[in-house]
């Protein structure tokens, strides 16, 4: 197995740190430096908006990622296909659109995938979340009845009905969509999957994330590779220590990934034993606060590149050498 990872740039917008953001060709120049083998966009303003990107200027990024050797491995929008708050303004529409757009650049930028959510929410659950059994209403918490979660199921059939769509719209270009095991709607890995069978196209897969597990431990960890099988083609790194209590507004802390909770080793040897050949892109996309309520910097987001892509190649190194 080559183990590859990429830098991602959802972690240079400056939507979590203090500082200026960094540019696309300043980030390929960062992963080259550093080692990563290469970049995934996050195609949002200020730094990967679609359309403030000409193909000329795709062309240009395209040329310089040849020539510095590194892959632009995945484009990553933050999608949302559920249904909109009101019917003349179909949100659903907007994001196929969006979609297209994003598989567009991939296409120009020479990326593979596309990584998708079948819904979002920030961090992470929608309002009512922990009032009542199950997923509570979508759009308002029920409390005279026992919900029979008819309105997750509308969402869930919508999103569906969209993501197929774009998967047709892949198709055209040569692009594979990869959803995420990420909340609101699959809210878990097995709805994840579930979601992807059901749509049963073949250029849609699994980007599966580890900190998003409902367990850590070892045999679920294999299990859940072991079920997402071929199906597994993306993936991202990031550690999060859950903080509990109501401390903090996410619940957690972003760490570097040598001090979360996740269990990285188990995770990567599941990975090489299905003969994974895909990135595991290096993200930080959340809020960095330093000791005593420090903000961060970026010179702290670039200090946790380095830092983690030296854990990344000493913990896959012993696992070849069976070390661990």
Not at 169 to 198: C, F, K, R, S, W
Not at 236 to 264: D, T
Not at 272 to 280: E, L, P, R, S
Request: proline content about 4%; aromatic content about 12%.
């Amino acid at each position: 197995m080559t183990w590859k990872i990429s830098l991602d740039t959802v972690s240079y917008p400056a939507y979590f740190y203090d500082g200026p953001p960094v540019s696309l060709e300043d980030s390929l120049i960062n992963a080259k430096k550093w080692g990563f083998d290469g970049i995934d966009i996050f195609p949002h303003r200020p730094v990967g908006f679609p359309l403030d990107l000409s193909k000329e200027r795709r062309k240009r990024l395209r040329e310089m990622a040849g020539e510095l050797g590194i892959e632009i491995a995945c484009v990553g929008p933050a999608t949302d296909y559920r249904r909109s708050t009101h019917v003349l303004i179909n949100r659903t529409e907007k994001e196929i659109i969006w979609t297209k757009e994003c598989i567009e650049l991939a296409a120009d930028l020479g990326a593979p995938l596309v990584r998708i959510f079948a819904g979002f929410v920030g961090y992470f659950y929608h309002r009512g979340w922990n009032l009542g059994y199950g997923n509570t209403a979508m759009w308002e918490a029920q409390t005279i009845e026992v919900s029979q979660e008819k309105d997750f199921m509308i969402e869930w059939e919508n999103a569906k009905a969209a993501i197929k769509e774009c998967t047709k719209i892949a198709a055209d270009y040569g692009v594979t969509l990869a959803l995420q095991n990420h909340p609101p709607l699959t809210n878990n890995t097995e709805e994840t999957l579930e979601m992807i069978e059901e749509i049963d196209e073949p250029n849609l897969q699994c980007c599966l994330d580890l900190p998003l597990f409902e367990s850590q431990s070892t045999d679920f960890v294999w299990k859940v590779v072991q079920r997402t099988g071929s199906r597994f083609v993306h993936s991202h790194l990031i550690g999060l220590r859950y903080l509990g209590g109501m401390n903090n507004s996410y619940g957690f802390k972003e760490v570097v990934m040598a001090e979360g909770q996740e269990n990285w080793t188990e995770f990567f040897k599941a990975a090489k034993t299905i003969g994974y050949n895909g990135y595991f892109a290096h993200e930080q996309c959340s809020p960095i606060v330093l000791d005593h309520h420090k903000p961060a910097g970026l010179d702290e987001v670039n200090r946790r590149f380095i830092e983690g892509i030296k854990w990344f190649r000493e913990l896959t190194g012993k696992i070849d050498r069976g070390e661990v």
